[in-house]
T-cell receptor
Framework: SQQGEEDPQALSIQEGENATMNCSYK?????LQWYRQNSGRGLVHLIL?????REKHSGRLRVTLDTSKKSSSLLITASRAADTASYFC??????????????FGQGTILTVHP | GAGVSQSPRYKVAKRGQDVALRCDPI?????LFWYQQALGQGPEFLTY????????KSGLPSDRFFAERPEGSVSTLKIQRTQQEDSAVYLC????????????FGEGSRLTVL
């Protein structure tokens, strides 16, 4: 079963605007990761944030994590048409074997219009 | 190799046929995962290998699903007596096994059961 919810399910913006996607999860985690998937392709890792981190940046990406609310957000600044894709959050549960098994959300479909 | 390679990319099977899906992970990656992705959904965990050992198969939906990685490199996911509900994209991912770690995904094998 999937870990949690992503919000919104779909987002349509103009090039140059910022895009914000939210993710909620249910269990205690070691880390949370964001992946991107272009239509008909595999997933590509974007960024990882550990449970003891609150914010992380990578290029035009900014991720926040609030473990008290069990939620995360992904901000893409100055979006480009090439950012059009589905975006998934994924969590690695705390405890257990912690070997990298991820639980994915249902994804946000982002469309950036030129 | 340069990335995770999966074959076939597309497979059409008649209900009741057996299928085999192959995954060639990144050379040297210890961990290998299989995920199932239904249309419009996030990937769902099927099974995990560390080298040749299958350490977690909790996500396999039924005993018709079987995975192996006999030499700790290439893996095969076999589905016996396919059913229509098996139609999905099957994604393979590998990682170094170091924690925390990102997963490197292949492009997937799209299975359609008629």
């Amino acid at each position: 079963s999937q870990q949690g919810e992503e919000d919104p399910q779909a987002l349509s913006i103009q090039e140059g605007e910022n895009a914000t996607m939210n993710c909620s999860y249910k269990t205690s985690i070691n880390n949370l990761q964001w992946y991107r998937q272009n239509s008909g392709r595999g997933l590509v890792h974007l960024i990882l944030i550990r449970s003891n981190e609150r914010e992380k940046h990578s290029g035009r990406l900014r991720v926040t994590l609030d473990t008290s609310k069990k939620s995360s957000s992904l901000l893409i600044t100055a979006s480009r048409a090439a950012d059009t894709a589905s975006y998934f959050c994924a969590t690695e549960d705390a405890g257990g074997t912690s070997y990298g098994k991820l639980t994915f959300g249902q994804g946000t479909i982002l469309t950036v219009h030129p | 190799g340069a990335g995770v390679s999966q074959s076939p990319r597309y497979k059409v099977a008649k209900r009741g046929q057996d299928v085999a899906l192959r995954c060639d992970p990144i050379s040297g990656h210890v961990s290998l995962f299989w995920y199932q992705q239904a249309l419009g959904q996030g990937p769902e965990f099927l099974t995990y290998f560390q080298n040749e050992a299958q350490l977690d198969k909790s996500g396999l939906p039924s005993d018709r699903f079987f995975a192996e990685r006999p030499e700790g490199s290439v893996s095969t996911l076999k589905i016996q007596r396919t059913q229509q509900e098996d139609s999905a994209v099957y994604l393979c991912a590998s990682s170094t096994g170091l924690a925390p770690g990102e997963l490197f995904f292949g492009e997937g094998s799209r299975l359609t059961v008629l």
